[in-house]
């Protein structure tokens, strides 16, 4: 991101994302929007996205950059339209939706750490991806850092 604003790159990592939910490796993948980086990528694809209105989703421009607009928003590409709703309803109202759809057992991986550079993580923020982590092994999906 360059002083604030999308670039090219910022796109290719949705298209990529989009593109891995459209391909059936994950249902669901999260993302950044500011001027159409998810909306864009996602047309593409065939997958769904929206953009939530300003205030509907916590949200922080990447990086900390400037977004003296409000523009900046974090969401998710979704395979499926219920999916979709479904995460919408739970991150804008702050108690999970259910799908109708059983879900199959995940593998699913998690950081708690930066494993690259060794940047101290907000504890709040470790706290809830273990907390997270404990609830989905708790469900029945296999849950390993």
């Known amino acids: 991101m360059a002083q604030g604003r999308p670039t090219s790159s910022d796109i290719a990592s949705n298209i990529m994302i989009a593109a891995a939910v459209a391909a059936g490796l994950v249902p669901i993948a999260h993302g950044s929007d500011g001027t159409g980086s998810l909306r864009f990528p996602a047309a593409l694809c065939g997958v769904a996205t929206l953009k939530p209105s300003r ?5 922080t421009a990447a990086a900390g950059s400037p977004d003296p607009l409000g523009l900046w928003t974090q969401f998710v590409i979704a395979r499926d339209v219920r ?24 593998r699913v991986g ?8 060794g940047l101290g993580l907000d504890a709040e923020c470790v ?7 404990a609830a989905l092994t708790d469900v029945g999906h296999s849950v390993e850092p």
């Open 83 to 106: 999916d979709l709703i479904a995460m919408f309803t739970g991150v804008a109202s702050g108690v999970a939706a259910r799908s109708d759809r059983q879900p199959a057992s995940c």
């Open 127 to 133: 706290a809830a991806v273990r907390s997270v982590a």
């Open 55 to 59: 205030g509907r989703v916590a949200s």
């Open 110 to 117: 998690f950081v708690d750490s930066d494993p690259i550079i």
